[in-house]
Structure formats: structure tokens, C-alpha cells
């Protein structure tokens, strides 16, 4: 495990000098307290909402309605709904109406502003039209083909874009290697892109009544070069006939709208510890696909020996141990309780121990870690 920390610590390092290479900042906004150690004074300011694809690049193409169009109108919906429900944050679009940005551009207004979550809107397409569902999609190491056929369809963008082969210094949508590559840039903000992300599917599921096709990561430009948490939803598969009547339907704009602002609204609770609430439909759409029951996952107990772990994070949906941040550690431990899945690493005798090794799973990205009693 010693290691295995080693080389994080000189890719972190790695990561920091290129980021500050490209005049990026780099913010560790911590959740739950602040340099003190007392309560959070973190506070959300800016969202930066991104309508994907616009102008000559229409998206994915249903039978009656583009993506651009789609993601537009659901982004200016959800625009809206924070301005009003949070006046004291300010929304920035990318583009607001019809017309092209490009990917970096789009990454550059977030960063520009110093935004403290990105949102990116878009709809999906597969071979099959019997393929529906939501999917909501953070920046990092693909672990399925499923995942690097999104990231090329979604990064082709790039080829309507002039001098695309200089300004991304070489980035090739279809290599594998650019896209692990490009998943370092979001690491240090992972923790809170699946915190919302998650969020984003709980409630497209609860709201809007989609198939809850889980969270993910993959390589987007559109996330990498973001320096603050940040996700892309996938909202439906125009390539389904029944899901795209409704994505491009006036209810499932507004009940997408809303899956996405309820979500921002839980978000935001945990991240500043406040009491906002939010409105939510007592049953979904009736034109959506029936949801398939989640399977049951089955958790293995694994005995373990000390009096001292360290407690990584709690998760309301299980998560991939070999994808993401986890994929870092060796040994990971999950546990359900109470319907929350709890992840742990290590076995120690002494707390000063424990401690030792915590700052090291820090520096990996994991900021709210902390040491706790084996029971």
C-alpha cells in the first residue's frame, strides 16, 4: 500500500505543476469543515449550467427532435428555478440560445468565473432502440466500452472546432490514452462530482420516472479541464422512440428541470450544512418507461484485526471498488447499514497509526476520510 500511495503522491504532483501550467486554481473546498476545524463556512455561489452540443453541432438526432434543443430548454428551465429558489446564486450558461461553443470554451467560462459546480445537459443514442434510462457521468477512468463509446461520441464536438489538433495539444477522442490521461485534471474534485451525480440520478428516477442507469465515469473534455465539481447527465436515449417523446416534451423538460434542482438543492444542503428544501412531484411521468427494481447487491463481511480504521465515505447506491478514487486503495472494505453503503480501509492498533496513514488518503482526494473505531 506504501507504494501504491508513493506513485499517487508523484502523479498529485504531476497534476498540480500542469494545472498550475495552465493558470487553473485549484481548490480544496472541504465539505464538512473548515481550516479551523470548526463548521463548514464553504458556501455554493456560481453554477455554471452547459447546454450541450448548439448551433452547427445539433447532437444526437431523434425522429422528431435534436439534442441541442433538448439540453437547451432543459438547462434554461433549471436556470430559472435557481434563480428563484436561490437568488444569492448566481447562474452562468455557456450558451443560452442556438449557437456553437466550444468544448474548451466551455470549461474556460466555469473556470473563468471561478464556479463552484459545473453542469453539462445532454441526451444519448445508442444501435438499439429499446435501450432507455438516465445516466450521469463524472470525470475519470472509463471501466466499461460502454462508457469510452459515450466520452468519443460526445468529445467528436471537437472536430467542428478550428485548430482543434493545437489547441488540445494533440487530444484524440478515439485513443484510449487521452482519455485516462485526461481524467487526472478532475481527481482532486471526485468526491463531490459523485456526491451530486448520484443525487442527479436518485432524483430522475423519483421525478421523471427514468430508468436509473447509474453513475459513471468516463473521459469528456468537456469535464476535464473544470476546476471545481462536475458532472454531465445524460437525460434519456432519443434512439428510444417512447423516451425521446418525452425528453422533448414540454412535462419531461420541466420534470427533468426539476430532477436536476431538487438534486442541486440536496447538494448544496450537505455541502453548506443549510436547511434548503425543494419541491417534489408525488409521481413521475406516466410516459416514461417502466423503472426496473434495482438488484440487490450482496456484501461480504470480511473479518478484520485492530482497533483503529479509517473511514472513507458513505454512499447512498454501492460503488465500483476498482473504478474512481477507490480503484487507489487496496483492501477496501464496504459495509451496508442502514441503507447507506459504507466504505472503510485498513486495520490499526494505535490511533497515531491510523493518523499517519489518514493524511496520505487525503492527499489521494478522499477529504473527508477520518479515523474511527473498529467495532
Known amino acids: 500500500m506504501k507504494l501504491k500511495y508513493a506513485l499517487q503522491t508523484l502523479i498529485a ?86 449557437v456553437f461553443v466550444e468544448l474548451n470554451e466551455r ?6 468565473n471561478n464556479a463552484d459546480l459545473f453542469v453539462s445537459v445532454h441526451c444519448n443514442a445508442v444501435s438499439s432502440p429499446s435501450i432507455h434510462g438516465a445516466e450521469t457521468y463524472v470525470m475519470g477512468l472509463h471501466t466499461a466500452q460502454h ?7 460526445e468529445n467528436a464536438s471537437i ?5 482543434y489538433q493545437q489547441k488540445y ?21 471526485l468526491e463531490q462530482s459523485i456526491l451530486f451525480a448520484s443525487l442527479v440520478q436518485q432524483y430522475a428516477k423519483s421525478i421523471g420516472g427514468r430508468v436509473d442507469k447509474g453513475v459513471k465515469q468516463a473521459g469528456f473534455i468537456v469535464l476535464k479541464e473544470t476546476a471545481m465539481p462536475a458532472v454531465l447527465f445524460e437525460t434519456g436515449f432519443l434512439t ?32 453548506e450544512g443549510s436547511k434548503a428544501t425543494a419541491t417534489v412531484p408525488a409521481k413521475p411521468a406516466t410516459t416514461a418507461p417502466p423503472a426496473k427494481p434495482d438488484p440487490k447487491p450482496t456484501t461480504v463481511s470480511v473479518p478484520i484485526k485492530g482497533a483503529f480504521r479509517i473511514h472513507l465515505l458513505d454512499w447512498p447506491s454501492r460503488l465500483d471498488l476498482k473504478s474512481g478514487q477507490l480503484a487507489l486503495l487496496s483492501d477496501v472494505k464496504e459495509e451496508k447499514v442502514d441503507k447507506q453503503y459504507r466504505y472503510f480501509v485498513g486495520s490499526f492498533t494505535t490511533r497515531t497509526e491510523a493518523e499517519k496513514e489518514l493524511s496520505e488518503i487525503k492527499n489521494l482526494g478522499f477529504r473527508t476520510a477520518s479515523v474511527v473505531p473498529i467495532p
Open 169 to 189: 495539444e494533440g487530444y484524440d477522442p478515439n485513443s484510449p490514452e487521452s482519455h485516462i490521461l485526461s481524467s487526472l485534471w478532475q481527481s482532486a474534485y
Open 240 to 271: 428510444n422512440r417512447s423516451e425521446e417523446q418525452y425528453i422533448a416534451s414540454e412535462e419531461g423538460q420541466n420534470q427533468m428541470a426539476q430532477a436536476i434542482f431538487v438534486a442541486f438543492t440536496q447538494y448544496k444542503n450537505q455541502m
Open 159 to 163: 472536430y467542428l472546432e478550428d485548430n
Open 13 to 98: 504532483v504531476a497534476l498540480w505543476l500542469f494545472l498550475q501550467n495552465f493558470n487553473v486554481s485549484t481548490r480544496w473546498p472541504s465539505p464538512t469543515e473548515d481550516a479551523s476545524g470548526g463548521k463548514s463556512t464553504y458556501k455554493i455561489k456560481k453554477i455554471v449550467l452547459d447546454a450541450g452540443h448548439g448551433g452547427k453541432d445539433p447532437g444526437c438526432l431523434g425522429a422528431v427532435s435534436r439534442e441541442k434543443h433538448n439540453a437547451l430548454a432543459i438547462v434554461l428551465n433549471l436556470g430559472d428555478r435557481i434563480k428563484k429558489a436561490f437568488p444569492e446564486v448566481e447562474v452562468i450558461y455557456t450558451r443560452d440560445k442556438d
Open 147 to 153: 462508457n469510452l463509446d459515450v466520452a468519443k461520441r
Open 107 to 112: 470549461a474556460a467560462i466555469a473556470n473563468r
